[in-house]
């Protein structure tokens, strides 16, 4: 009893959330006051920082927010994927937010890429302008059922009254619904493949895919750079299976590339 | 000895040349060739060296492998192929050294390779395997011995002394961080519930609409028999617009009465008409109004002499004042 109490003693204590978050709020200050003074040292706080945000990711902490936080403290920080890595979660948890999607961006335009063209470039949002981006939630399905609902009610209204403005409603709010529901099923489809395929990014410069999960398969495709973002298909021991947005599939080493987790 | 017993002797012995034709015949075997094959057919011994044994990280060390034959050679062993072997693979960057096969006499060869450790954590040259088709017809493989070597770290090279780094500039947005509640916030991933229940979802609504109209029509039934009373009364006043003929006309009515009040005949007669408008419960003035219509449709229709006149009008004003009752009796 007495040893264990011993070493319970002698555990370090770990801080709650609010705590690991005012350590990270601090260091980041910290990295600020000395970013124009002591700028080495100022990298130090930041990636202090981002290892406290990626502190309470772990505890299961999960929203734009502090996906954002991530990002700003591990560019800071001079780690240019870890930041483009948290700017991508970030925008999957808030797809509508327009200054994550700037500000991702930004990151981006910093990757130096080892070949002109669309190789290796994020992948292009083909969604048209005037729609905004979405992804499945409680809200949308309840929007979509409230719509649907209502169709149903005006066609009983005109049974009920003959009255053709209650026909035409129905009408119209029945097929936008059967529209949204095949939108909705879309989305979800969508954002299961993405779980399938979990995001990365590239951390070593001058990378290339292989043929297979060894050094000895021969290598495709030009070099990557670090910035580049991926899509992992299977991780097999040391190597992953990546897939590029412009569909490219090669074998690179796991710890060359930043795994969202 | 006798001359006879030479002559079996040398026909029973085998030849020599029978013989040097059999062990020269080696060639290898296309299957069940070991990875480490070569090429070489004979019977060989390996040695291999490195220098130096202590290297910092970043420079090459010379490796070299000797194969030297026993006996008779026949074919020489080719180079080993190091870049195809995943422990030289994971511990140095390869690179062969020319010539491809440096032969140091008759019976003895020469591989070279430059090996540059990946890391401080390499601590040997692993072994190198080599294979060859022996004279007994068999594959055999030899591996020769690890070799220890030091890696160090590379020393850092000196550079003049230059001026602090400084920060670049970075956009205003990065310099700063959200520092609200909404940081600690747990969002959960979330995706359409299943198959089971959005087949739930898609049938609740339209179950609920018919459900609805089935109890609204039996707590309103009158609400029911206006609807059907309007659907015959459109009927008939769309006949009546297109009816070109006092026929059309009275067949216009007469459908109406059918389908609205329950008449049974399909050319009924004034007193007909009268007399089942009584027994629904009609007012006097309305059964006398619809009893004179039809007096009338038949005189035009069928007493000589007399004009065509337009009966649309009457009728029109005879179905709306019909829609216009209670009708108690009906069902």
Redesign the interface.
Known sequence: MAWFLLIGLSLPVLPD??GV?AQA?AE?AEG?RL??S???R?QRCFAA?ARLYRE?QRR????A??F??LG??S??AGDLPGAILAYRQALQ?APTAG?IRQ?LE?LREQVVFATPGAYARPPADERPPWLPPLR???WL?TTW?VA??A???C??RW??S?RRGFLAGGALLLIGAILG?YG??QL?RQ??RE?QSPLAVVSQDGLRLRRGD???YPEVHPPLNRGVEVRVILVRGAWAQVRLSGGEIGWLPREAILLAE | MNPRCVWLLLILLPSPLSAKESSDDLTPPLSGQPDEFTGGVGQFQLSVQAEPLTVQLGQAIRFTLRVKAIGKVHVPPGRPPL??S?DF??AFAIEDLPPDRRQLSADEWEFAWSLKPRSVRVKEIPSLGLAWYAPTRKFETKYTDELPIEVKPAEPVPVPRVE????PA??D????????E????????????AGPVLAA??LV??L??VG??MV?WRLHPE?SRK?LR?RAARLALRELQRAGNTAAVVAALTDYLRNRLGLPTHSPTPVEVATHLRDRGAPEELIERARTFFVRADAVRYAPGVAEESLAGEARALVEMLEGQPWPGFS
């Open positions: 959330d609010r978050k709020e980041f600020l970013r124009d002591d700028y080495p100022s920082a309470l299961g902490v999960r929203n927010a502090l954002r936080n700003r403290s560019f800071l948890l200054d500000e930004y499945p939630s409680p399905l059922l649907y609902s169709g149903w009610f066609l009983v049974r009920q003959a529901g909705l099923l979800d954002e299961l779980r060894a050094w000895t | 870049a195809k995943e693979l994971q602090r780094p400084r920060a970075v956009p947005f990065l310099l700063r961080i959200e520092q609200g909404e940081v600690l916030d747990r969002e959960r991933a979330w995706s359409l519930p979802l898609l609504p339209p609920l609409a609805w109209l609204w609400m609807r309007s």
